[in-house]
């Protein structure tokens, strides 16, 4: 809706939301700066001079607004995997549902690198390990719980599909294995689901936890 100013003859457009504050633009740039940096660096080497130069701000800014370099990591891997629902997916279809999810998680959106910063870190860094294992222990156990046989073998059967999809990543897209690479997504789909669904399916009974 347009409206005439009464004290100016300008035409003053109230629909318009108001201009984006300072404070979040300033907050966007630091994030955006944090994940290349912790990306390129991972958490040991990244610094909060270096973010602060990417964002061409004073490191003073950085710390302001995020306290540390570690909150300032939480703040850029707040994962959530959204998994698809299993309970909807055909059984013998599970494996390659799972592989297909990873990795156009991975290699669909260049801005969604959050899982690979978390992995490049998780090596050296016992706060991003930790927040590592966080993430499949209540997110994938979770998933697995209402479709796996029993559900006391849920935690079992995630750490299994872990080894695979965080090994698959490792060397896919850290230490970017030349054959790994070469690989298609959908011969990888193939092969690595097929373990992927003896993790969830297969008969785990003489498997001592």
């Not at 300008?10 to 300033?26: E, I, K, N, Y």
């Not at 790994?180 to 992927?196: D, N, P, Q, R, W």
Request: charged share 25%; hydrophobic share 45%; proline share 5%.
């Amino acid at each position: 809706m347009l409206y005439v100013n009464a004290c100016w003859p300008t035409l003053v457009d109230m629909t318009a939301g108001p201009p984006p504050r300072r404070s979040d633009a300033t907050r966007s740039r630091i994030l955006r700066s944090a994940r290349t940096e912790f990306a390129v660096a991972g958490y040991d080497r990244a610094t909060i001079r270096g973010i602060a130069a990417g964002a061409d701000i004073d490191p003073s800014l950085v710390m302001r607004y995020f306290g540390s370099k570690a909150d300032l990591f939480d703040a850029i891997v707040e994962i959530d995997l959204r998994l698809p629902n299993l309970a909807k997916v055909p059984r013998r279809r599970l494996g390659e549902t799972l592989v297909s999810h990873f990795l156009t998680r991975w290699e669909g959106d260049p801005a969604d690198d959050a899982l690979l910063t978390l992995l490049r870190s998780a090596a050296t860094d016992e706060n991003a390990a930790n927040r590592m294992r966080g993430i499949f222990r209540h997110q994938l156990v979770a998933a697995l719980v209402d479709i796996v046989s029993d559900p006391a073998e849920a935690a079992t059967r995630a750490g299994l599909i872990a080894t695979q999809m965080l090994g698959l990543a490792l060397c896919r897209h850290i230490v970017r294995l030349p054959p790994v690479v070469a690989l298609e997504k959908a011969t990888l789909i193939e092969f690595v689901g097929s373990t992927i669904q003896r993790y969830v399916t297969a008969d785990l009974r003489g498997l001592k936890c």
